[in-house]
């Protein structure tokens, strides 16, 4: 049960990058793969949801221009018709920074089998670290 939906989310999340330089998050194949009305929460609990295609394309090529090297890894995976969770150990230089970070990553699939919801639970605290932002300015310190 789930591997055609475990499939599209390999396929989604290899559309972020191989790990290189010259690649590129492919914005197109990306939205296409989402909901019109699809939600992204950047980082849970307390991050920002995104809503809809053009905001969604527009959070996507925000964060194109502050990383690079972008690598989802998954490492485990587990899904049922209209859910997949995905544990994953992801790579991506951020601010010049390498931002190694570990995550899970629950998707929504709709009745088209494209993406409705889509959650990333990750420390914030320690990928702001790695970034080498400062944490009380970025609202992650104590």
Not at 74 to 80: A, C, D, K, P, Q
Request: charged share 30%; hydrophobic share 35%; net charge negative.
């Amino acid at each position: 049960m789930g591997k055609r939906q475990e499939d599209f989310i390999v396929e989604f999340c290899k559309a972020w990058g191989d790990g290189s330089s010259q690649t590129k998050p492919d914005v197109e194949k990306i939205i296409s793969m989402m909901s019109e009305d699809a939600e992204w929460q950047l980082w849970v609990p307390g991050g920002p949801v995104v809503r809809g295609r053009q905001a969604l394309r527009e959070e996507i090529e925000r964060q194109v221009r502050i990383a690079s090297n972008n690598k989802c890894n998954i490492v485990h995976m587990l899904s049922n018709d209209c859910m997949v969770m995905t544990e994953r150990s992801d790579q991506a230089v951020i601010f010049g920074h390498d931002c190694p970070h570990q995550m899970v990553a629950v998707y929504e699939l709709d009745e088209d089998g494209l993406i409705l919801r889509w959650r990333e639970y990750l420390d914030m605290a320690d990928l702001t670290k790695k970034m080498g932002v400062d944490q009380q300015v970025a609202g992650h310190g104590g």
